[in-house]
């Protein structure tokens, strides 16, 4: 069991306090480190880091380091620009106090570094201009903290459980804005600088949300393809054993398309097989035609697992993803690709705000309202992520989708533009950010990853075109045709092929109409049957995990607050079998619960307040058992 857990076990991370006092902050350190292991770094007698999961080395400077490079870590394997890596000046620039603006919107995402500034005494930590990689931040009587994990700062602040957070991940899956799982606890935002100095914060925007303005010389899909094909290049210049994530959608062939053909034998492309999905297939169809290496990696086995090495696994998953992802998912892609290593990898997913496949509605400027929000969020993201509505607590099932669909409305109105432009800015700071980046900051150490499409140059491209030019994946398959024609007229996965898309003639419309169609009815079937969309693997590692936990239901009894105690003992008893998602969220809420156990040195069940906190002190008390 213990070398399954390891696939997906605790990864390198870290936390740095500053308090008001002297000692305060080695002693709240040093209560992380009891639970999490590694080593402390006292920075001054108000300053302290402790760092967990990396090398056993002491992280201080030799004797011949400056006194400004005495503490900084960078959190994961991949720190470059479109166009080289970045050194450790480059680091030390962006964790200072000037202006760092330009270079770190030429970050790639996700980065994230943190790091200690001798000359004014301060913790520092700037995440990219995306936000991709998370990185919390919480303060307390007397003390700021800034860390990795968001469960860490939440053991510190004590305050248990957010009860919005719990309730939009109820129906999402995920969180939106700066929330976490964890009360008091908020993730730093999108291309940030935080300074921690005595026990205070300060927050400051290193690089603004608002796209650059597009190149004028030539049309945006030509400059989208070079700026990909740059990006690819010098990926591989630099790592010439880059594998290739290559499916059978249009994002990952546009980067295939964006190798040159001389050197595509020399690149091995690698495709997980899901059962049912024709990825598989096109892409060893596409590797066969281009004279590379395909490597196949299958869920075949999964199903042998040993439910308790099943549950180590997920729930060593959902530590990673800090409880605000699917941990199925993550678990049976870990254990999927046990066997790869950490090559560097040539990552194509992404490229949702350039798709406009989301476009909900007719084709006129609308403003954004509270029932477009919620028949957007009902419509399309409720079903595929959303627990069964009798597991909840009725107080709290009763309330969930409303809340939901409350803050769905609130992102989308944060971006005051009209409603297509609004959500997609929806999906690139929300969808993007705090779906896709929980899962990218869960592997950022795993291996050394560059996704061309979360390029600043890439994404302002798309930003900058009205939702018409996008609209029907119009866009990117006229950024395939730039990059090479021929994969243009090769079929997607059970979709025309992309210069259907981008060649809007009579009859690629109804070509593109009927699979429109096929889309809506497809939905609809899945609103009225109130089934979900689980991931690779999901519902194998899902009934895994429900056999274990009848056979050892202790972990159940810390969700005694937020399900209902009738339809827990139903699962136990084996008469009620949940969906994916609803077990992805019994497990996430289940490790948040445990985690905070261990940082406290307690034992808690969770119990909700009026104050919307579980697991807490103030309000919320926590029941202590013997």
Not at 123 to 133: P, S
Not at 159 to 171: E, I, K, N, W
Not at 383 to 389: G, H, L, Q, R
Not at 433 to 438: E, K, V
């Amino acid at each position: 069991m213990t070398h399954l857990a390891t696939l997906a076990g605790d990864v390198p991370g870290f936390a740095a306090f500053t308090t008001a006092g002297p000692g305060a902050a080695h002693l709240l350190a040093e209560r992380v480190r009891a639970a999490r292991g590694g080593w402390l770094v006292d920075l001054d007698d108000r300053s302290t880091a402790v760092v967990w999961g990396g090398p056993e080395r002491s992280p201080e400077p030799g004797p011949d380091s400056s006194p400004t490079e005495t503490w900084q870590v960078v959190l994961g394997a991949t720190a470059r620009t479109d166009e080289r890596a970045l050194t450790r000046a480059d680091v030390r620039r962006l964790l200072g106090a000037g202006d760092a603006g330009s270079l770190l919107a030429e970050v790639i995402p996700p980065f994230a570094a943190a790091g200690w500034r001798p000359d004014d005494g301060c913790v520092t930590a700037v995440v990219d201009w995306l936000g991709f990689r998370h990185v919390y931040l919480a303060t307390g009587p007397g003390w700021s903290g800034v860390s990795s994990s968001a469960a860490v700062l939440g053991g510190c602040v004590g305050d248990g459980l957010d009860r919005t957070a719990v309730l939009v991940q109820s129906q999402l899956g995920w969180q939106t804005g700066g929330r976490s799982l964890h009360s008091g606890v908020r993730k730093v935002g999108a291309g940030s600088r935080v300074a921690l100095r005595a026990g205070g914060v300060r927050e400051t925007v290193v690089v603004p949300s608002a796209a650059r303005a597009a190149p004028t010389d030539g049309p945006p899909e030509r400059a989208a393809a070079d700026t990909v094909a740059e990006v690819v290049a010098r990926f591989l210049d630099d790592h010439d054993d880059a594998l290739l994530q290559l499916t059978g959608g249009l994002d990952s062939r546009i980067l295939l398309g964006a190798i040159p053909r001389s050197r595509r034998p020399r690149v091995e492309a690698l495709t997980l097989a899901v059962p049912g999905s024709p990825d598989a297939e096109i892409a060893g169809r596409l590797s066969r035609a281009e004279g590379m290496r395909h490597r196949v990696i299958d869920l075949d086995g999964l199903a042998d697992l040993d439910p308790g090495e099943a549950h180590a696994l997920t729930a060593a998953a959902s530590r990673r993803v800090e409880g605000m992802a699917d941990p199925l998912a993550l678990a049976s892609l870990l254990w999927a690709e046990r066997g790869i290593g950490g090559r560097p990898r040539l990552a194509g997913l992404g490229g949702e705000v350039a798709r406009g496949f989301y476009y909900f509605g007719p084709a006129v400027r609308l403003r954004v309202r509270p029932l477009l929000s919620t028949g957007l969020a009902r419509w399309r993201m409720f079903p595929n992520e959303s627990v069964e509505a009798d597991a909840l607590l009725p107080e709290l099932g009763s309330v969930a989708p409303e809340v939901a669909a409350a803050e769905v409305h609130h992102e989308l109105a944060a971006a005051h533009r009209s409603w297509w432009p609004a959500t997609d800015e929806f999906y690139l700071w929300q969808r993007m950010q705090r779906w896709a980046g929980t899962l990218a900051s869960a592997t950022a150490y795993d291996r050394s990853t560059v996704n061309p499409m979360l390029s600043r140059r890439f994404i302002d491209l798309a930003r900058c075109l009205g939702p018409g030019e996008k609209r029907s994946m119009r866009y990117l398959g006229r950024i395939l045709l730039e990059t090479d024609p021929a994969l243009a007229d090769i079929e997607l996965d059970g979709r025309p092929t992309p210069r259907t898309y981008a060649e809007p003639t009579w009859a690629n419309s109804w070509r593109l109409g009927r699979v429109q169609a096929q889309k809506v009815v497809g939905k609809a079937r899945q609103r009225t049957s109130r089934t979900t969309r689980p991931p690779a693997g999901g519902e194998i590692m899902a009934a895994k995990v429900l056999a274990h936990w009848r056979a050892d239901p202790a972990d159940l009894s810390l969700l005694a607050g937020i399900l209902r105690p009738d339809w827990l003992d139903r699962v136990v008893a084996g008469e009620r079998s949940p969906a994916p998602s609803t077990v992805a969220l019994m497990v996430n809420l289940s490790q948040a619960a445990r985690g905070a156990m261990d940082q406290a040195g307690t034992s808690v069940s969770p119990q909700w307040a009026s104050a919307g906190r579980v697991l807490g002190r103030s309000s919320a008390r926590m029941a202590v058992r013997d």
